[in-house]
C-alpha cells in the first residue's frame, strides 16, 4: 500500500474531533486523552515472534497506521516496520528488575499522544531472569475507536 498523497486526506469523525479537543489542552494541566495502557505477563516469550505478528496487523489494520495532520485531516501513511524495545533486566537484582517495570509503566500508563504524533501506540517488553515476560502495552484510542 502506498502512502497517501495529500490530496488523499480524509476529515476526522465527529469523535475524533472530541478526542482533538482534549488533545488540544495537551500544554495544560487540563489535558485528556482516550488511552489503552495494560500489563501482560508471558512465559518464555519469544519477542521475535510478537514483533512479527504485530507488524502484520499493522500492515491488515490501517488505524495503526494513521497520521494526524495540523489541520484536522488525516491520511494512512504505507507500513513502517515497528521494533519492540525490549528491557533484559535477566541478570539483574530484583529491585532493579521492579526499578525497569515501575519505569515503564510510569512512562506508559498515562501518556497523551501529541495529534500528529506517529505511532499512537508504544509496546515494550521487560525480560525478568525468572523466565517471565512483561509486555508493557500503551495505546491512544484516537486509532481503536
Not at 5 to 16: A, I, K, R, T
Not at 54 to 64: P, R, T
Not at 117 to 124: K, R, S, T, V
Request: proline share 1%; charged share 30%.
Amino acid at each position: 500500500m502506498k502512502e497517501r498523497e495529500h490530496s488523499d486526506l480524509f476529515p476526522l469523525s465527529d469523535m475524533q474531533e472530541s478526542y482533538l479537543v482534549g488533545k488540544c489542552m495537551a500544554n495544560t494541566e487540563d489535558a485528556v486523552g482516550c488511552h489503552i495502557y495494560c500489563e501482560i505477563e508471558e512465559n518464555y516469550l519469544d519477542v521475535v515472534r510478537l514483533n512479527a505478528a504485530w507488524n502484520k496487523l499493522v500492515v491488515l489494520h490501517e488505524m495503526l497506521r494513521d497520521k494526524i495532520e495540523e489541520e484536522g485531516m488525516q491520511y494512512f501513511r504505507e507500513e513502517d516496520f515497528y521494533m519492540i524495545q525490549v528491557y533484559d533486566v535477566t541478570g539483574e537484582s530484583k529491585e532493579r528488575e521492579e526499578e525497569v517495570i515501575r519505569s515503564n509503566r510510569s512512562r506508559m500508563s498515562h501518556k497523551v499522544y501529541q495529534a500528529n504524533e506517529f505511532p499512537l501506540y508504544e509496546i515494550c517488553v521487560t525480560y525478568r531472569k525468572d523466565g517471565v515476560s512483561t509486555i508493557h502495552f500503551s495505546m491512544d484510542e484516537w486509532i481503536a475507536d
